[in-house]
């Protein structure tokens, strides 16, 4: 391992994207720079480039997802990689082979890359550790720990949007306790240097460490989002939760859901933004979510640009390698 | 010799790009291509697409290609850190097409650059505009409108800088790089 850290190679080019924690602010802007540049693919006719041409990309997905698993297969189709699907439910691991004999099998097979979508917190970390060298592995959500793509392509948004970091005040509104995504909006909103961070939500669904993220901390949405640039919607995970953490989800909407009569004292150029899939009436109202200020679909269409930048980053850097 | 040299002056290349322009005007009305489309490669030949396009007064809009996703040594040194947006502000199809760059040595960055432009559409025909052509070339590619022509020793490297002002510096790639192939040009 580099004295970087596992996801760097000795000379710091990124070799695995398993977490922003512990990348610079250098390297997440080379990755929005680099991203930029991938944006016109979609424009052209042919919407393909040969970058990674004669590689494949197995995405690995042991919980279910549509839009960041359908995304990273156009990414990398987009750059011209072969992709293999696996939908670990349905495959040998649920006979009972172990993940790393899978990985040994999908390595024999010449993969380049994993994409990893698990429960577990930690689980690509642990794929990047046991794969073979010249692998590269990308995480795309484990556990309530990382969904570094999802922040990336987040930061991407809001940076097209706005510009500099610097001046913005941006509100993360929700369930922060269960999401990964939260977690890595905070980690790159804090390395790119934002302005003022905040999260909005009740005060069960905020983690015991979320003052150390550098996040002033709001229980009053109207309150929250005053003045604010930009406003990141959570989805609420009914799935996560256990215990009495919420009365109703109808209780939830009454005090947290965005409604455009709440939107009143955030910036009037404020972005609405969401990772989706969006809950309508629960954490936002439709008229908000299909408003003027939503850049949500936007967020979908840069979230390819932005995996197909981290995607050549990585594949880039095994190449330097031979 | 320093690391880089001048090899033309402001003056001289300015003068070039004039003397370009002309013949271009003259070999697009012999060819009778009407309302071409010019389309300069990043970054030197965006800045002499802007000179040429300028003098000739094209009515479409200049288009910008990077040809950084397209090259063929991105399995030995990656994407170059700086990739500017491909901007082809008009459909290509069925159109006559200027391709323009700064020095054509090995002629890698042209044959990426065809690459790009057929992912973007089917022209009509594609003509090959450069300010220097060098010895070194690699792939069977000709330009139709050459500025000037060098002859240079191995490990010498022709860079326009500019754009305000054009200077062509001749410059040497260090000795351990030299020994790996060239970038291509």
Redesign the interface.
């Known amino acids: 391992m580099s004295r970087f850290g596992i996801q760097l190679d000795l000379q710091g080019?990124l070799k695995h994207f398993l977490t922003i924690e512990g990348l610079g602010r250098a390297l997440l802007t080379?990755i929005l720079?680099?991203a930029?540049?991938?944006?016109?693919?979609a424009?052209?006719?042919?919407k393909?480039?040969?970058?990674c041409r004669g590689k494949i990309v197995a995405n690995l997905f042991f919980e279910t997802s549509t839009r960041t698993r359908t995304t990273f297969e156009l990414a990398a189709k987009r750059l011209s990689a072969d992709v293999l699907n696996l939908n670990i439910d349905t495959s040998a691991t649920a006979k009972g082979e172990t993940l790393l004999d899978t990985l040994r099998n999908l390595e024999a097979m010449h993969v380049d890359m994993f994409v990893v979508r698990h429960g577990e917190s930690g689980a690509a970390h642990f794929i990047a550790e046991h794969a073979n060298p010249h692998v590269s592995v990308i995480n795309a959500g484990d556990g309530r720990h990382s969904h570094p793509t999802q922040g990336m392509l987040d930061m991407f948004t809001i940076r097209r949007h706005k510009g500099d970091f610097g001046s913005l005040c941006v509100a993360v509104v929700g369930d922060i306790l269960h999401s990964r995504v939260a977690r890595s909006q905070l980690l790159a909103l804090r390395a790119l240097g934002a302005g003022e961070i905040r999260i909005i939500a009740p005060r069960t669904l905020i983690p015991a460490q979320a003052r150390t993220l550098g996040a002033r901390v709001f229980h009053d949405l109207r309150e929250g989002v005053r003045d604010a640039d930009v406003i990141i919607m959570l989805r609420l995970q009914r799935e996560r939760m256990q215990g009495a953490m919420l009365p109703s989800e109808h209780e939830y909407f009454r005090l947290f859901g965005l409604t455009e009569e709440r939107l009143h004292t955030a910036r009037p150029d404020a972005i609405i933004m969401h990772p989706g899939p969006i809950n309508r009436g629960v954490e936002i109202d439709s008229q908000v979510a299909d408003g003027r200020r939503s850049v949500i679909l936007e967020q979908v269409s840069n979230g390819i640009a932005v995996r197909m930048a981290i995607m050549?980053?990585c594949i880039?850097?095994q190449?330097?390698h031979g | 010799m320093s690391d880089t040299d001048l090899w033309k002056t402001t003056a001289e290349v300015e003068t070039c790009i004039w003397g370009m322009g002309r013949d271009l005007a003259a070999l697009l009305q012999e060819q009778r291509k009407d309302a071409p489309l010019m389309i300069g490669i990043h970054t030197g030949g965006v800045w002499l697409a802007q000179r040429l396009h300028r003098q000739l007064a094209l009515a479409e809009p200049l288009g910008q290609l990077?040809i950084?996703?397209?090259r063929d040594d991105?399995?030995?040194?990656?994407?170059h850190?700086?990739?500017?947006?491909?901007?082809?502000p008009v459909s290509v199809d069925d159109r006559h097409i200027v391709l323009v760059d700064d020095v054509l040595q090995t002629g890698r960055t042209i044959r990426a650059a065809l690459?790009v432009l057929?992912?973007?559409?089917r022209p009509a025909s594609v003509l090959l505009a450069v300010l220097v052509e060098r010895d070194g070339r690699e792939l069977p590619l000709e330009p139709n409108l050459v500025g000037l022509r060098a002859r240079l020793a191995p490990g010498e490297q022709l860079k326009l800088g500019g754009p305000d002002p054009f200077r062509l510096v001749l410059g040497r790639i260090p000795p351990e790089r030299g020994e790996t192939p060239a970038p291509p040009s």
């Not at chain 1, 930029?36 to 693919?41: A, C, D, K, R, S």
């Not at chain 1, 424009?43 to 042919?46: A, C, D, G, I, L």
């Not at chain 2, 850190?81 to 082809?88: E, F, H, I, Y």
């Not at chain 2, 057929?118 to 559409?121: K, R």
């Open positions: 080019n080379e720079d680099r930029e540049g991938f944006l016109g693919v424009e052209q006719t042919v393909k480039v040969p970058l050549s980053l880039g850097t190449n330097l | 990077d950084s996703f397209y991105f399995t030995r040194i990656g994407v850190p700086q990739v500017r947006p491909s901007r082809l690459n057929f992912d973007y559409g």
